[in-house]
């Protein structure tokens, strides 16, 4: 994704929302996978229609409302989960129930809605590592949404013309075969890559680093000087770092990550005002950025970053000018996030 792409998303842009659900679709193996497992063996267009029908509404019912009200899921764990969905969907397409359990398999229609519940969960934690618009959030998620079903529609669209013309061939009941093991397999080791993905990254992610300083602060005096700040921006948390500078005071700097993109908010606030208002010089998502101030008022002034990701994220910090070192920044835990509007001094 462009930084032309991120800025937009960050502005609201909705039609870009709808890009990037029906790519993501297009590009999620295995939604797609589960979804080539539900329409192998139908070739009625109402049966068609009716299961994938309730896939759509399973997922977009939980893709709407985690996002919505912010649920976090693991991101490791819910994508094994739905690995283990499309090994589900191959093996019930098999018959592996009686073939293999001896028992009558569950009512497809109702393991489709729930694991279609699974997936949007998994579609949720794409969209809420971007940058969402706080004034039109829900447009933003339906946007989203409804890329993600013409996504959906085009990709079916292509499988059922597939299978359709391969179903005419003496060879298709060997290749259906083929084709629902292979599924097997490949939700097995999916879920065996998520699995060891989460038990080295998944619980670190939920840890939450405090910020540090790389060099003691030298003076609190407002006058020329530099400094070098670690700040460490805890998984689906955030931080904001602050310096005080005088109406007209210069600042030079430039930060970066230690490989993650983060959201960030470059703004300032008036001394001694009471209204909550401040002032943002620029924002976007970045790993890397450099630049001056001039400050326009005198108060704090700083950045508020946002990491999206499930491991901590590390910024450094290298500034130069006439300023004040508040004190050492304290990460926001996650259930502490506030909107990016309030902005509490460190």
Same mark, same amino acid.
């Given at each position: 994704?462009? &930084? ?10 909705? *039609?870009?929302?709808m ?14 996978? =589960? ?7 139908? +070739? ?7 299961y994938? $029908? ?21 991101y ?17 397409n098999?018959? #592996?129930?009686?073939?293999? @359990? ?7 229609? *109702? ?5 279609g ?11 809420q &590592? ?6 039109? *959030?829900?447009?933003?998620?339906? +946007? =989203?949404? /409804? ?15 597939l ?7 003496? +060879?298709?009941?060997?290749? $259906? ?13 999916? =879920? ?9 990254? #998944?619980?670190? %992610?939920?840890?939450? /680093? ?9 003076s ?14 805890p ?12 109406? %007209?005071?210069?600042?030079?700097? +430039? ?15 008036p ?6 208002? =401040? ?6 998502? &970045?790993? /890397? ?6 400050a ?6 700083g ?14 910090? &290298? ?13 926001? @835990? ?7 509007? /309030?902005?509490?001094? @460190?």
């Open positions: 994704m462009s &930084e032309a792409d991120k800025q937009a998303i960050i502005d609201g842009g909705n *039609l870009l929302y890009w990037i659900g029906a790519t993501h679709m297009l590009s999620g193996y295995d939604h797609l996978a =589960f979804v080539f497992g539900i329409i192998f063996f139908l +070739s009625n267009f109402r049966d068609i229609v009716k994938v $029908s309730a896939f759509t509404i399973g997922h977009s019912i939980t893709l709407i409302y985690a996002t919505f009200n912010g649920v976090q899921l693991n490791f764990l819910i994508d094994a989960v739905i690995a283990l969905s499309v090994c589900y969907i191959a093996f019930a098999i018959d #592996g129930f009686r073939k293999y @359990l001896n028992i009558n398999p569950p009512n497809m229609m *109702l393991m489709i809605v729930g694991l519940l699974i997936h949007g969960f998994g579609l949720s934690t794409r969209l &590592e971007l940058p969402l618009s706080e004034d039109s *959030l829900l447009l933003n998620i339906i +946007s =989203f949404n /409804v890329g993600i079903e013409f996504g959906q529609i085009t990709a079916l669209a292509v499988m059922l013309l299978i359709a013309a391969w179903r005419k061939r003496h +060879s298709f009941k060997a290749f $259906s075969l083929i084709a629902n093991y292979s599924l097997i397999i490949a939700g097995g080791l999916l =879920f065996l890559m998520q699995m060891h993905d989460f038990s080295h990254d #998944g619980e670190k %992610g939920n840890v939450a /680093v405090a910020a540090e300083l790389t060099q003691p602060i030298k609190n005096q407002m006058n020329a000087k530099q400094d070098t700040i670690t700040v460490t921006v998984a689906r948390g955030d931080v904001e770092y602050k310096l005080i500078l005088t109406k %007209g005071a210069s600042l030079q700097y +430039s930060w970066k990550t230690d490989g993650a993109e983060l959201f960030f908010d470059f703004h300032g606030e001394k001694g005002d009471e209204t909550g208002y =401040f002032e943002s010089y620029s924002k976007s998502t &970045e790993s /890397v950025l450099s630049g001056s101030l001039v326009p008022f005198e108060g704090t002034h950045w508020y970053w946002k990491n999206n990701t499930q491991s901590p994220v590390r910024v450094v910090l &290298e500034i130069k000018g006439a300023y004040q070192l508040k004190q050492k920044p304290m990460p926001i @835990l996650p259930e502490e996030i506030p909107a990016p509007k /309030v902005h509490d001094s @460190l």
